[in-house]
T-cell receptor
Framework: GNSVTQMEGPVTLSEEAFLTINCTYT??????LFWYVQYPGEGLQLLLK?????DKGSNKGFEATYRKETTSFHLEKGSVQVSDSAVYFC?????????FGKGTTLSVSS | DTAVSQTPKYLVTQMGNDKSIKCEQN?????MYWYKQDSKKFLKIMFS???????INETVPNRFSPKSPDKAHLNLHINSLELGDSAVYFC???????????FGSGTRLTVV
């Protein structure tokens, strides 16, 4: 079945460090790919998305590129801030539901 | 205006009770969902409704029953609550494949 695998956390960084959170997927067909962010005590917010191969999603300094050849959608940010501390979820849509990875907790210290 | 609203935000109840969580969306989306987030933050789809029709019904105990009176509402009824039902339940809606979902702020259910 379809699935998403994310790197295990927690990821601990200093402010202004470079961030990469790895995400790979297994799916039949051509799923749409998403990154969601969950701040403490809140619901999930869509961070960015890509609907076809080689598409790059970007938002708030975060980027991810849909790589069909490596079945990956890694999240990157050039310079993280304390306010980026949250749980990040990679997800795919197979046309019926969003299937999530297990989430990666990011903690940024000043 | 809140796009997807859930009530209540917190729910503490005793084992064996019956409870409901309400969800409403004002986005005009056709599809609504219920997800369960466990203590390790893992999110799992429970149900999906498209225009009031049940589309997805994952392996969920039949003590859980969704009800959709119209396409803007999807409520979740839980009978005979058990300790293992303690979790955060999220409602979401979507306008279609590739658009992503809009999530509510969640209902934290604690069964004691």
């Amino acid at each position: 079945g379809n699935s998403v695998t994310q790197m295990e956390g927690p990821v601990t960084l200093s402010e202004e460090a470079f961030l990469t959170i790895n995400c790979t997927y297994t799916a039949t067909g051509y799923p749409s790919l998403f990154w969601y962010v969950q701040y403490p005590g809140e619901g999930l917010q869509l961070l960015l998305k890509a609907t076809k191969a080689d598409d790059k999603g970007s938002n708030k300094g975060f980027e991810a590129t849909y790589r069909k050849e490596t079945t990956s959608f890694h999240l990157e940010k050039g310079s993280v801030q304390v306010s980026d501390s949250a749980v990040y979820f990679c997800a795919l849509s197979d046309g019926t539901a969003l299937i999530f990875g297990k989430g990666t907790t990011l903690s940024v210290s000043s | 205006d809140t796009a997807v609203s859930q009530t209540p935000k917190y729910l503490v109840t005793q084992m064996g009770n019956d409870k409901s969580i309400k969800c409403e969306q004002n986005l005009g989306h056709d599809t609504m969902y219920w997800y369960k987030q466990d203590s390790k933050k893992f999110l799992k789809i429970m149900f999906s409704y498209n225009n009031k029709e049940l589309i997805i019904n994952e392996t969920v105990p039949n003590r859980f029953s969704p009800k959709s009176p119209d396409k803007a509402h999807l409520n979740l009824h839980i009978n005979s609550l058990e300790l293992g039902d303690s979790a955060v339940y999220f409602c979401a809606s979507s306008q279609g494949v590739g658009y992503g979902y809009t999530f509510g702020s969640g209902t934290r259910l604690t069964v004691v």
